[in-house]
């Protein structure tokens, strides 16, 4: 990767981040060195807390190390509970894309302290050296902007006019929320292959809400405003059209087709989610057993599923699935403990295969692990037939990405 000569690839001494105060950090960001400033914000503070402090503060300090390179300095200071300023002294300019692949990479390689993994999240707003890039203050500010962006399926985001423009856009429709979800929310569906017979058995639904001024929103703008209740709502909606669909869909198949919808893990533990799925049972005839529940790899073990909720499911024959496997931390043990019913292998591990690099050896890992447990695996983000014939030899199940069909409405994926 071009930025392993800037800013290093493998584990540096943690005491290379040195603690500072605010003016130091100030000084140090508004000097004559080019300087990357990160804001770095913990997630699943739950499973951190169980932690020691100690291998807590350990943890943090290995994430913060690997924005360090060899001949480059870093320094940082706490500005929340849960968020940490790095201003990283960089030698050479380094391109946006080079550096999210970077951190990204980082990111994804697990932590261990004291022989155990460690299961801490982060999320990092970045914002780089710039001749406008302005004060200190400005600086950190645009990188928190943009940390304010970044989401558990993509944890790095570098500040540029994209995230001013999606920001504002944010601000738009954040008082019109309860509205769009009752009245512009529909759903898309990406079909998903068997790659046995090539048949399409499944697929995913994904939301779209459709602004009458603003057009089209991206999940991106809305998730993030969403409070409890009007996650649960779009749940519940979403759901509804997953399995309305499943039926009709079932019903024209020679086959059983089912519909999966995202899930935020913490509803795994609301009772909500079983009345929710009955009462759309009800209203459109569907079984729940064509229903899956898609659960973000790094949600797998915070919180704890109720077991009440998942016998509630497992009774009702819903499924759950691990979504963007292989980018989390999760273990063997933490997948047990969500008893998991199939792997999504994340896209960034499907990208890397027919390719020279390490994380095809990581995609393949992945789908080893799903089949040595007698799990489905289903590989996204197919984009090219060298993908394809890669996850074929691998003896992967299922997959979905553009090449194999783009996200389509309910009435065309019903034509398959």
């Not at 913490?266 to 079984?287: K, P, S, Y």
């Not at 898609?294 to 797998?300: A, D, R």
């Not at 819903?318 to 999760?330: C, E, K, M």
Request: aromatic fraction near 4%; glycine fraction near 6%; charged fraction near 25%.
């Amino acid at each position: 990767m071009a930025t392993d000569h800037i800013l290093g690839s493998g584990f540096l001494p943690t005491d290379l981040v040195r603690p500072v105060d605010g003016t130091e950090m100030y000084r140090i960001i508004e000097g004559d060195t080019p300087v990357i400033v990160a804001v770095l914000r913990v997630e699943n503070v739950t499973i951190a807390r169980s932690l020691t402090g100690a291998m807590f503060d350990d943890a943090v300090r290995m994430l913060k190390s690997r924005l360090i390179g060899e001949g480059s300095t870093a320094v940082s200071t706490r500005v929340a509970e849960h968020e940490t300023v790095v201003a990283v002294r960089i030698a050479t300019p380094v391109s946006a894309q080079d550096l999210e692949q970077f951190v990204l990479a980082q990111l994804r390689r697990p932590l261990e302290v004291d022989g155990q993994i460690v299961p801490v999240e982060l999320r990092v707003g970045i914002s780089r050296p710039d001749p406008r890039s302005g004060s200190a203050m400005e600086r950190i500010s645009r990188a928190r902007r943009a940390l304010a962006l970044a989401s558990a399926g993509h944890p790095v985001r570098i500040h540029d006019r994209t995230v001013e423009a999606q920001l504002h856009l944010r601000h738009l429709v954040s008082d019109d929320l309860p509205r769009l979800l009752r009245d512009n929310l529909s759903a898309i569906y990406q079909p998903i292959l068997d790659l046995r017979d090539n048949e399409v058995v499944g697929a995913e639904a994904l939301m779209r809400i459709d602004h009458p001024s603003l057009g089209r929103l991206s999940p991106a703008i809305v998730l993030p405003l969403l409070d409890d209740t009007l996650q649960l709502e779009l749940t519940r909606r979403m759901i509804g059209h997953a399995m309305a669909t499943a039926v009709e869909w079932s019903a024209r198949a020679a086959d059983v087709r089912h519909v999966s919808v995202n899930l935020p893990p913490e509803q795994l533990a609301r009772e909500e989610l079983l009345w929710m799925i009955d009462d759309a049972a009800i209203a459109t005839g569907a079984d729940p057993d064509m229903l899956v529940l898609e659960v973000l790899e790094t949600g797998i073990a915070s919180p704890t599923p109720d077991s009440a909720v998942r016998n509630g499911l497992r009774r009702r024959g819903v499924r759950l699935a691990v979504d963007d496997f292989g980018t989390g931390y999760s273990t063997l043990e933490q997948m047990a403990r969500l008893d998991a019913d199939m792997l999504k292998v994340d896209r960034h591990l499907t990208a890397q295969i027919g390719l020279d690099e390490p994380d095809a050896t990581a995609a393949a890992m992945a789908v080893h692990i799903g089949r040595s447990r007698g799990l489905p695996v289903i590989a996204e983000g197919v984009e090219h037939a060298e993908q394809l014939e890669g996850l074929r030899w691998l003896r992967c199940r299922y997959a979905q990405g553009w090449f194999i069909a783009r996200p389509e409405s309910q009435e065309a994926l019903l034509q398959r």
